[in-house]
């Protein structure tokens, strides 16, 4: 059981948090897999950097991984009161979500299993 009063575990919770700015998307239809690709093309970059590289890469995540990074831009500038040309990218990760379990009809009667799988998404910034 913990020592001392419930405000003062708070106050010592709280001064462990983590304070860079971030943003996360939970639930995404993306695997896993797919969204790494992306987020290992982003990682370590200045976010005007990383901002053109998701413009134009081809993939479906990048654009979902774009409004993220805009969203933790929003954050870093509203919230931390962080300048938009010092911010880069220092971690991005993706972890399993639920996965959606399908039936597709096959021949003689048999029946396959569809897994529709989902990821959260993280993206936290820091100041350089």
């Known amino acids: 059981m913990a020592k001392g009063h419930r405000s003062q575990i708070k106050r010592e919770r709280n001064a462990n948090k983590d304070t860079r700015p971030s943003a996360k998307l939970s639930y995404a239809r993306i695997p896993v897999q797919k969204a ?3 987020l290992d093309a982003i990682r370590g970059k200045d976010v005007e950097t990383a901002l053109a590289v998701l413009e ?11 409004k993220l990074l805009e ?9 931390n009161g962080m300048k938009r040309e010092n911010l880069f990218v220092a971690e991005c990760y993706a972890s399993e979500g ?5 039936i597709r009809a096959r021949a003689q009667g048999r ?3 569809i897994l529709k799988r989902m990821s ?9």
Do not use: Q, W
């Open 36 to 38: 790494c690709f992306v």
């Open 98 to 102: 639920p996965t959606m379990k399908r």
């Open 56 to 66: 134009y890469n081809p993939r479906y995540a990048s654009g979902v991984v774009k």
């Open 120 to 128: 959260h998404i993280t993206v936290v910034l820091d100041e350089r």
């Open 71 to 79: 969203s933790a831009i929003a954050n870093a500038e509203n919230n």
């Open 111 to 113: 029946a396959y299993r």
